[in-house]
């Protein structure tokens, strides 16, 4: 069987856009409507003639709601196969109609869970007969066209137009695929609250369920195709759901940049003007000023080379000021929780450069999974919440760091957070002086920083590279001395790590021999 003509559609909807508009078109093709409770009574509401699903099955809408559509009068007339003697047998025997369109959207469950609804509101928006529906009709889509989305009205009618009142088995197919996929998302966002409640550790079964809201022009590499796709239901607000005010499309790299950058620059909501520059989703500059601007230009003297092409998030709204600096070189993205007219004027004159607006930052001690896949499955871990817990520092040398020293601690351990392993963090001022990252030894990491830093130095004209008199964070324990010593041989006089190492001893010796004061976090920080 190929095309179907609509003779009957039953519409049982909780999504009410555009229903009266379809419905119209339906009944204006002879179309006989059939549907439920609140349905029914905004197409009445819309002077339309609607049959009652109670008037079909013989048995009145009862419990409240929670049984009218399971029935045969409704599923035969959804899967009895077209053209099949023993099934029209069956529904003439019975008296059961063909049902050749259904127009079925779901409960708000993932709606309902989002706002934090009572947990017995969440369990009254279980959608129980609606699924059952949409699997029938989609099953039995050689003979049924079903529509999930109001978003595919418009492509229905067209269909009917086109096809004399008829639709196509290809279009047909498409729909029941669509269906069998809001079902199989709607069953997992019902799962994933379950689990949720299940109590600590990882979930026993991993219920994912997400919608593709924009193709990429391609991945990290032209070759490998790509999407960005966000939760169904809902999220926290971030990179996927910021608004791009102007430039280019977006890529696949610039999309993970860009949340990279805003990961860290979220870490300091509620500090001074902070500016995050990122390259291939390493930080290459981090600095707090007593403006943007200043923050800015502090970031920018960390690495200049790199920042070229780079993304520049901040923690305030963008000024005009800040906007002008910022467009002194091609750089890729620019995130901000907001930006002043003239910030969006002086970006305007660079067509390229994409301007992210995201509201408020990201709460960086948020809960959640982070998710990596590997050959054959998927790796899950708690998200990196983890913060300095200042009563639980440890000062481990003779020397204790002075408070400039301590706050420049604090600053560097915030970005090491943030670095590729191997990290190291150089920090002098509420500036970073230099990042060693992705290093397969810590010793490589602390030398490759400062040599950064020194040419910087070089670069600015400055004496003497930043990091002389700078506080350094390693993102995990040094394993031996040397790695200690680079940073001493750099101008370190702070140390901040996790410790934890069987030369503890060591390293500690060797900080008090070149007068250092270092603090042992006990939490590590990996970043892969």
């Known amino acids: 069987m190929t095309d179907v003509p609509i003779r009957r559609a039953l519409l049982s909807v909780s999504d009410k856009a555009g229903l009266a508009e379809l419905a119209t078109a339906l009944s204006a093709r002879g179309v006989e409507l059939v549907s439920t409770g609140g349905t029914a009574a905004a197409l009445r509401d819309a002077g339309l003639m609607v049959r009652d699903v109670a008037e079909l099955t013989g048995f009145p809408e009862m419990m409240d709601g929670r049984v009218k559509t399971l029935h045969p009068a409704v599923h035969g007339g959804l899967l009895a196969a077209r053209g099949n003697a023993e099934h029209e047998a069956a529904l003439a025997a019975n008296g059961i109609g063909e049902i050749d369109l259904l127009v079925v959207n779901l409960y708000p469950f993932e709606d309902t869970v989002a706002r934090e609804a009572p947990d017995a509101e969440i369990i009254e928006n279980v959608d129980i007969g609606g699924p059952a529906m949409l699997r029938s009709a989609a099953k039995n889509h050689a003979g049924v066209a079903v529509v999930t989305d109001p978003a595919d009205y418009p492509a229905l009618l067209a269909e009917l137009a086109a096809r004399d009142g008829a639709t196509a088995l290809p279009f047909r197919a498409r729909l029941a695929a669509k ?41 990290e590499n032209p070759h490998q195709r790509a999407a960005l796709y966000v939760p169904r239901g809902g999220a926290e607000r971030g990179i996927a759901q910021a608004e791009q005010l102007q430039g280019k499309e977006l890529s696949y790299n610039n999309l993970n940049d860009a949340d990279a950058a805003l990961e860290l620059v979220a870490e300091f909501a509620g500090g001074p003007p902070t500016c995050v520059i990122v390259k291939h989703a390493n930080p290459c500059g981090v600095a707090s000023g007593d403006t943007l601007l200043e923050a800015y230009r502090a970031a920018f003297q960390c690495d200049g080379v790199s920042a070229f092409g780079g993304i520049v998030a901040v923690n305030r709204p963008l000024d005009g000021e800040t906007a002008e600096a910022i467009t002194d070189i091609f750089t890729e993205v620019v995130v901000a929780p907001s930006a002043t007219e003239e910030a969006r004027a002086r970006f305007a004159a660079k067509k390229n450069l994409r301007l992210l607006l995201t509201g408020a930052l990201p709460d960086t001690r948020r809960g959640g999974l982070s998710l990596r896949s590997i050959a054959g499955g998927l790796l899950a871990q708690d998200r990196d ?55 397969m030894n810590r010793l490589e990491s602390a030398r490759i920083a400062a040599w950064k830093a020194e040419d910087a130095a070089r670069r600015a004209g400055w004496p003497e ?64």
């Open 179 to 219: 269906a069998f996929a809001a079902t199989a998302a709607y069953d997992a966002a019902i799962a994933a609250w379950f689990a949720s409640g299940e109590g600590d550790g990882p979930p026993e079964r991993l219920h994912l369920s997400f919608a593709r809201v924009q193709s990429l022009r391609y991945g």
């Open 385 to 439: 919440a983890g913060a300095l817990d200042e009563a639980g520092l440890r000062l481990v040398t003779k020397r204790a760091p002075t408070s400039q020293e301590m706050a420049d601690l604090r600053f560097a351990w915030l970005v090491a957070k943030h670095v590729k392993s191997n990290a190291i963090v150089y920090v002098r001022d509420g500036a970073a002086a230099g990042i060693g990252a992705g290093q």
């Open 465 to 528: 590279p930043r990091t002389r008199g700078s506080a350094v964070a390693s993102d995990a324990f040094f394993p031996f001395a040397d790695g200690l010593l680079a940073a001493v041989e750099a101008g370190a006089t702070a140390v901040i790590q996790p410790g934890g190492s069987v030369r503890d001893a060591e390293v500690i010796a060797a900080a008090d021999e070149a007068g250092l004061a270092m603090l042992f976090t006990g939490m590590r920080h990996f970043r892969h």
